[in-house]
């Protein structure tokens, strides 16, 4: 698949999502981004996770990555359950 062999369009996928916006749209603000495998109330979060870079938002390195990447404007397509919850959340991120 395109997207699992090029780590560039993964990246630009990645720092293209605003992941507070999305807590904020989906969850009223109720939450929070993760940037590994818990939150920050969970048993074995690492307070380190918070200075490492997770490819948080920024349109800018978006760009960048997929300039470098070999997307050429082919169609991705997003697989996802379809509960209500997630396919709002696919729809958001299509947005993206």
């Known amino acids: ?19 507070d916006a999305l807590v904020a ?14 939150s920050s109330v969970m048993v074995g979060y690492n307070s380190a996770w918070d200075s490492e870079d997770y490819l948080d938002y920024d349109v800018d390195k978006a760009k960048e990555e997929l300039a470098q990447s070999s997307y050429n404007g082919e169609e991705l397509t997003l697989f996802v359950s379809s509960s209500t919850f997630v396919t709002r959340l696919a729809q958001m991120i299509q947005n993206y």
């Open 25 to 38: 749209g989906l969850c009223q603000g109720y939450g929070e981004s993760m940037h590994d495998v818990c």
């Open 1 to 19: 698949s395109l997207c699992a062999n090029d780590i560039h369009l993964r990246k630009a996928i990645c720092y293209a999502i605003d992941t």
